[in-house]
């Protein structure tokens, strides 16, 4: 069964592009087929995955107005062994020219149902804001990845972020549920982050992935390479902590398949 996780959080800055760069490598190098979806006009994950976003014939925009079939698309990351569906700055215009299109929040779900059966994994990265492309990305996954970083006002837009989903539920995507919270850029030294980080497992038990991610210099210096840190320095403590919690994810996956088989 392939898993389609979006990841996503309207507070900007988190580590969402960073996560789903980083976690699709690390599903690469774990033998994985995945596909990222970029569904960001600001292109970061299309930029950090080595493909030059202002050189694109077909985009996540085309595909979104069905003027372009996933699979016309899609574009191999060169440094990260994974597909992308990239974007640019037109994916901006999407959100306008969408507005009377018919099941305009189904847009993404089509097309990557379309081209499901060609991976494991689909990670949808999703821009800073609750607007209809996060609806779109919300309205095509399985379940909802949340990076948040551990600082004081980290769980006040959780709530906004719950209720869109709670919406999505009820009108869009029966199924959907938060997959995982994932603690980002978090420094050890700092003690007021160490007290959020272990409230956050108090409140979220084990929702909370177990790996969080260190704030690491090579996942910041990566992406002006076009490249996910696994490959830019694989040795890294940030490439190491995000293949750690792609195996965690992997766990997670199949310790959930076997809960959904298993007799009554
Ligand atoms: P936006 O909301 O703008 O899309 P985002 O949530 O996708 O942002 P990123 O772009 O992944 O966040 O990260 C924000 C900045 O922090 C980037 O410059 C990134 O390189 C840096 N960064 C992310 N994670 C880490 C980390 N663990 N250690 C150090 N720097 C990090
Ligand atoms: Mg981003």
């Given at each position: 069964m392939s898993r389609v996780l979006a990841v996503t959080n309207q507070k900007g800055g988190v580590g969402k592009t960073t996560t789903v760069v980083?976690?699709?490598?690390?599903?690469?190098?774990?033998?994985?087929?995945?596909?990222?979806v970029d569904l960001d006009p600001?292109?970061?994950?299309?930029?950090?995955?080595?493909?030059?976003?202002?050189?694109?014939?077909?985009?996540?925009?085309?595909?979104?107005?069905?003027?372009?079939?996933?699979?016309?698309?899609?574009i191999r990351s060169p440094s990260g062994g994974y597909d992308v569906?990239?974007?640019?700055?037109?994916?901006?215009?999407?959100?306008?020219?969408?507005?009377?299109?018919?099941?305009?929040?189904?847009?993404l779900k089509n097309a990557i149902d379309s081209v499901i059966s060609d991976y494991d994994v689909v990670l949808i990265d999703c821009p800073p804001a609750l607007n209809l492309l996060t609806i779109n990305g919300l309205a095509a996954a399985w379940r909802v990845l949340i990076p948040m970083q551990c600082e004081y006002y980290a769980l006040e837009g959780l709530s906004d972020l719950v209720q869109t989903i709670r919406r999505?539920?009820?009108?869009?995507?029966?199924?959907?549920?938060?997959?995982?919270?994932?603690?980002?850029?978090?420094?050890?030294?700092?003690?007021?982050?160490?007290?959020?980080?272990?409230?956050?497992?108090?409140?979220?038990g084990a929702k909370v992935y177990r790996t969080a991610i260190p704030r690491n210099v090579r996942l910041a210096e990566a992406p002006s390479h076009g490249q996910p840190a696994l490959?830019?320095?694989?040795?890294?403590?940030?490439?190491?902590?995000?293949?750690?919690?792609?195996?965690?994810?992997?766990?997670?996956?199949e310790a959930d398949a076997l809960h959904r088989v298993s007799p009554i």
């Open positions: 980083n976690v699709a490598a690390s599903l690469a190098e774990l033998g994985q087929r995945a596909l990222l600001q292109g970061n994950a299309t930029t950090g995955s080595g493909i030059d976003k202002s050189a694109l014939k077909h985009s996540v925009y085309h595909v979104l107005l069905e003027q372009t079939p996933p699979q016309e698309a899609r569906l990239p974007a640019n700055r037109e994916l901006a215009g999407a959100e306008v020219e969408l507005v009377d299109g018919e099941r305009r929040e189904y847009r999505v539920r009820s009108h869009l995507n029966t199924g959907l549920e938060i997959e995982g919270l994932l603690r980002t850029m978090l420094d050890p030294r700092n003690a007021l982050a160490q007290q959020v980080s272990a409230q956050l497992e108090q409140h979220f490959r830019y320095d694989p040795a890294s403590k940030g490439a190491q902590a995000y293949l750690q919690l792609t195996r965690e994810i992997l766990e997670r996956f």
